[in-house]
């Protein structure tokens, strides 16, 4: 069994940045993809970032693209999301999830799921 643990979520001022980090226990990751997800108040979760295995390639939401990078640290069994010029609109729980097929694996493909952390960015 995979736990996945978020942590560095926060209250922040628009334009500020944050980190969020998600370590994985109980088993290494091997070929898992991982990503992260948000979900804010009455809107259901949505996709975020991912990474593939190697960490070679990763896929952005559009209005996060340039703001927002993601990385891993399979040797640590880590990942993390730099989120820079941070908005209101990203204020939600964000989620670190993986999946055993790739990048573009849908919202359902997802294998584990942590329990999330809380970004709040005041205007």
């Known amino acids: 069994q995979v736990q996945l643990v978020e942590s560095g979520g926060g209250l922040v001022q628009a334009g500020g940045s944050l980190r969020l980090s998600c370590t994985a226990s109980g088993r290494t990751l091997t070929n898992y993809a991982m990503g992260w997800f948000r979900q804010a108040p009455g809107k259901e979760r949505e996709f975020v970032a991912a990474i593939s295995w190697s960490g070679i390639s990763t896929r952005y939401l559009d209005s996060v693209k340039g703001r927002f990078t993601i990385s891993r640290d399979n040797a640590k069994n880590t990942m993390a999301l730099q989120m820079n010029s941070l908005k209101p609109e990203d204020t939600a729980v964000y989620y670190c999830?993986?999946?055993?097929?790739?990048?573009?694996?849908?919202?359902?493909?997802?294998?584990?799921w942590g329990q999330g952390t809380q970004v709040t960015v005041s205007s």
């Open positions: 999830a993986a999946n055993g097929y790739s990048i573009f694996a849908a919202k359902s493909q997802y294998d584990y």
